[in-house]
């Protein structure tokens, strides 16, 4: 018997979304990538590996996406960019950052925000600590390529003891020379600060800042909790960042969810904005389309596992529901994007974890509000 690649509403079935183990290198292309793999470097006495998970060439420089692994080390140097905005989000382990006169230690969830002009630095802590950062504009992420070499081995190498004056300083002023990067050697070095009560807000403007986990501003929307960690007042609406939580519980509430049977779920495209979910806890069904007012085409979908990247370029409409009982991703988009959108439409959240239930809202709304205007987003 042969099986139809057609559903019965006429509509091609979704293929499967491709997983690579490197960013394309072109612009235009959905894809999926594990935070273990990308482009790997190894730099020189880091104890480290930096994956390029996606690069301006895949955004047009509108931002990359860069994870960081490895074990106990140095800081790194004291440093600064005059246009480049850096973000630290701990995944695994520990790290140290440093941002002008303050330090924090960072677990797992907890964020930094490096703005341009901003003095700082990190450390890798313990036996395998992870961290992933958005680099805001794209291209940037040459620059390692300059300082290392790429490396294919499990994790990174755990020995070098080369001399610094041999290995890696060469590399280094070749690297500034060509990069928005300027070496501060004369910065004074202090320890890492406690946490403060105060790490739990935005600032609302262009400043390097901490947010601890789970502490900062939230808004429910159908069982969606967002909580922005970036928003384009902290970027010059460049870019942002926030965390979505959710549960397979609330599908039918979500914001991609309907009221009729025959089109129970609704896409949502963001025509100049790149999206990338990177998915914590859980899994995540993603469906990706071509479809647009006028016609349909080719669909693609795939599920999302922990430690899974997805990279959605701008145009692209697409859907998300949960496929378990939890489940937590972050967010990263080169505008408002959907983050936005979430706490825009939805209410305060004041709690850690999810609701109980996901609360009432008017889906009208995602119908009848100008979504363009204000996200630019569309509603397919």
Request: net charge negative; proline share 8%; aromatic share 10%.
């Amino acid at each position: 018997m042969t099986t139809s690649n057609l559903h019965t509403n006429g509509h091609a079935s979704p293929t499967s979304l491709q997983t690579i183990s490197q960013p394309p290198g072109q612009p235009n292309k959905a894809y999926i990538i594990s935070t273990q793999d990308g482009e790997i470097i190894y730099i020189p006495l880091s104890i480290s590996a930096t994956r390029l998970l996606i690069t301006g060439k895949e955004t047009s420089n509108a931002f990359a996406l860069v994870g960081s692994a490895g074990s106990q080390s140095d800081p790194i140097g004291f440093h600064y960019h005059q246009q480049t905005h850096d973000v630290f989000l701990c995944l695994q382990g520990k790290i140290n950052v440093w941002a002008n006169d303050q330090s924090r230690t960072m677990e797992p969830g907890d964020f930094a925000s490096v703005p341009p002009n901003v003095i700082h630095q990190y450390q890798i802590l313990g036996p395998h600590s992870e961290f992933i950062g958005l680099i805001c504009p794209g291209g940037w992420e040459a620059f390692f390529r300059v300082l290392g070499d790429p490396y294919n081995g499990p994790q990174w190498p755990a020995n070098d003891s080369r001399p610094f004056h041999e290995a890696l300083l060469p590399r280094l002023k070749a690297a500034a020379q060509e990069f928005d990067m300027i070496p501060c050697p004369q910065h004074a070095f202090f320890g890492p600060q406690p946490w403060l009560e105060t790490d739990n807000a935005l600032p609302g403007k262009p400043a390097p800042y901490f947010v601890k986990n789970a502490t900062g501003p939230a808004w429910e929307l159908g069982g969606m909790v967002a909580r922005p960690l970036v928003t384009g007042k902290e970027s010059e609406d460049k870019f942002s960042i926030g965390s979505i939580e959710t549960s397979a519980q609330y599908n039918t509430s979500s914001i991609f969810s309907t009221t009729t049977a025959e089109t129970p779920s609704r896409h949502l495209k963001f025509p100049k904005t790149h999206h990338a979910f990177l998915l914590v806890a859980g899994s995540v069904k993603f469906n990706l389309s071509e479809n647009n007012a006028e016609k349909a085409s080719s669909t693609s979908e795939t599920t999302l596992t922990a430690s899974e990247v997805i990279y959605i370029p701008a145009n692209t409409a697409f859907h998300f529901t949960t496929t378990s009982r939890y489940a937590k991703m972050y967010a990263f988009a080169s505008g408002e994007g959907l983050i936005a959108m979430l706490c825009q439409l939805g209410t305060t959240h004041g709690s850690t974890i999810l609701p109980e239930k996901a609360g009432e809202w008017d889906r009208k709304v995602v119908a009848e509000e100008r979504l363009e205007e204000k996200f630019g987003a569309m509603v397919l």
